[in-house]
């Protein structure tokens, strides 16, 4: 993990489970462990 808290996508799927089409996370701008996070989720259609 990155001193200012933004995760990359292959951060976060080094921490998380899902993969790709029920990863509903790209990119985690910015989190307090046990408090809060700010992600990103890019939506085309």
């Given amino acids: 993990m990155s001193d200012n808290h933004t995760l990359q996508i292959e ?3 080094d921490l998380l489970p ?3 089409p029920f990863l ?3 990119r ?3 989190f307090e462990e ?3 996070l700010r992600a990103v989720k ?3 259609f």
Avoid: P
Wanted: hydrophobic share 50%; charged share 30%; proline share 0%.
């Fill in 24 to 26: 509903l996370v790209d």
């Fill in 42 to 44: 890019n939506v085309i």
């Fill in 34 to 36: 046990g408090k809060f």
């Fill in 11 to 13: 951060e976060i799927l």
């Fill in 28 to 30: 985690v701008l910015d």
């Fill in 18 to 20: 899902h993969r790709y």
